[in-house]
């Protein structure tokens, strides 16, 4: 089992998360503070009791620190969880770990994606390599429509 350090600063295990929700939307974003990562920070925020009432929690990913992440917290006013994947365990199991081509430099990058999970770990939806502009109310509406 993967344990997690989550922004509380609590240590607990990726598979206890998912078990506290009947589903859960894991976000993979490339870093905090930076602007299509805040924006689509509010719009997550936003939609979030639209989440609840389906049954969804939502956790963030990212490779950034926990302190990094208590100051993203803080600066947006994040109200679901953001977990520090600093050895890149969730991102190289789902895969949001890879090559970025930007001006013909070749860098690792952590590309945007969402996963709707369920408490078993199985993967219900998922949208790769997605835009911040207009990400949530999209999935929201795809997701109402599958769960139907």
């Known amino acids: 089992m993967l344990l997690i350090k989550q922004w509380t600063s609590e240590n607990i295990k990726f598979e206890e998360l998912l ?9 993979f974003y490339p870093k905090d503070n930076t602007p299509g990562c805040s924006m689509e920070a509010h719009d997550f ?7 609840t009432k389906l049954w ?11 302190q990094s992440h208590q100051k993203f917290i803080e600066d947006i006013c994040i109200t679901f969880p953001l977990i520090s994947d ?10 949001a770990w890879w ?23 199985e993967i219900v939806r998922k949208w790769i390599n997605v835009k911040a502009t207009g990400h949530v109310e999209k999935i929201l509406k795809e997701i109402k429509e599958t769960l139907k």
């Open 19 to 27: 078990k506290s929700s009947k589903y859960t939307i894991i976000y």
């Open 45 to 51: 925020s936003k939609f979030e009791r639209e989440f």
């Open 56 to 66: 969804i929690q939502i956790i963030w990913i990212s490779k950034d620190n926990k």
């Open 99 to 121: 090559e970025k081509n930007n001006y013909w430099k070749i860098s690792m990058w952590t590309i945007r994606s969402t996963f709707l999970l369920d408490s078993k770990w």
């Open 86 to 95: 600093e050895e890149l365990e969730l991102h190289n199991k789902f895969w």
